[in-house]
C-alpha cells in the first residue's frame, strides 16, 4: 500500500530558486495538508485543502503556493525560495468525511536553501 | 484559541523504565485528542487516540487516557524498549481549530 507519497525526498536550492513538491495520495481521502517541521517547533499547517478543488491557508502560508490537481494530487510551489523555507516538509491525508481528525502522513521532504 | 502543550525533550531513559510523556491542551468544547509518533526518517503516523472524556486510547503498550478535569492526555508505557526511541507529538482535534500539533518530545531509550 503506497499510502501517501511524496517527491522529491530530499532537495537543495539555492537563494530564489523555484521549486514544487508533489504529493499523491491512493487511500481516496478527501482533505490533503502541507506541514513544516522545524526542531522545536512541532509541526505548522502551510496550506490545506478540505476537498477537491478548495484550498485554505493555514498557520504559516507566506511564501507558499498551492495546488489541489485533481482529488489524488496536492503540490506545493515556492516561487522564490528564501533560507528560512529550509526545513522538512510533509504531506498528510485524511477521508474528511466526516473528519476525524486522523491524519496520513507522507515520508517527507527535506529542502535546504542556500 | 486552542492549543496543545507537551513536555520539553530530550527524554532519556534505560530500557524496561516506566515512561511518562505530559501533555496538556487548551479548548473549547470536545475535542479530539490524539498521540502520533515519528520514527527516525519517517512521517509521523497515529500512535494512540482517545474522542471523549475518560476514554482511554492503547496501542503497542502505550497508553493515555482523556482527562477533561485536568485537560491533560499524558503518554504512558510500563517497559520502554530501544525500539521506542522516536520523537512523540500530543494532537487536538476541533471542527473549529482543526489538527493541531505539540511541539514534540524525543525519546531516547538506552539498551
Known amino acids: 500500500n503506497a499510502g501517501v507519497t511524496q517527491t522529491p525526498k530530499f532537495q537543495v536550492l539555492k537563494t530564489g530558486q523555484s521549486m514544487t513538491l508533489q504529493c499523491a495520495q491512493d487511500?481516496?481521502?478527501?482533505?490533503m495538508y502541507w506541514y513544516r517541521q522545524d526542531p522545536g517547533m512541532g509541526l505548522r499547517l502551510i496550506y490545506y485543502?478540505?476537498?477537491?478543488?478548495?484550498?485554505d491557508k493555514g498557520e504559516v502560508p507566506n511564501g507558499y503556493n498551492v495546488s489541489r490537481l485533481n482529488k489524488r494530487e496536492f503540490s506545493l510551489r515556492l516561487e522564490s525560495a528564501a533560507p528560512s523555507q529550509t526545513s522538512v516538509y510533509f504531506c498528510?491525508?485524511?477521508?474528511?468525511?466526516?473528519?476525524?481528525?486522523?491524519?496520513?502522513f507522507g515520508e517527507g521532504s527535506r529542502l535546504t536553501v542556500l | 484559541g486552542n492549543s496543545v502543550t507537551q513536555m520539553e525533550g530530550p527524554v532519556t531513559l534505560s530500557e524496561e523504565a516506566f515512561l511518562t510523556i505530559n501533555c496538556t491542551y487548551t479548548a473549547t468544547g470536545y475535542p479530539s485528542l490524539f498521540w502520533y509518533v515519528q520514527y527516525p526518517g519517517e512521517g509521523l503516523q497515529l500512535l494512540l487516540k482517545?474522542?471523549?472524556?475518560?476514554d482511554k486510547g492503547s496501542n503497542k503498550g502505550f497508553e493515555a487516557t482523556y482527562r477533561k478535569e485536568t485537560t491533560s492526555f499524558h503518554l504512558e508505557k510500563g517497559s520502554v524498549q530501544v525500539s521506542d526511541s522516536a520523537v512523540y507529538f500530543c494532537?487536538?482535534?476541533?471542527?473549529?481549530?482543526?489538527?493541531?500539533f505539540g511541539s514534540g518530545t524525543r525519546l531516547s531509550i538506552r539498551p
Open positions: 494532537a487536538l482535534y476541533s471542527s473549529a481549530s482543526k489538527i493541531i
Open positions: 498528510a491525508s485524511t477521508p474528511g468525511q466526516p473528519n476525524t481528525g486522523e491524519l496520513f
Open positions: 482517545a474522542t471523549k472524556a475518560d
Open positions: 485543502s478540505a476537498s477537491e478543488g478548495t484550498t
Open positions: 487511500m481516496n481521502h478527501n482533505s
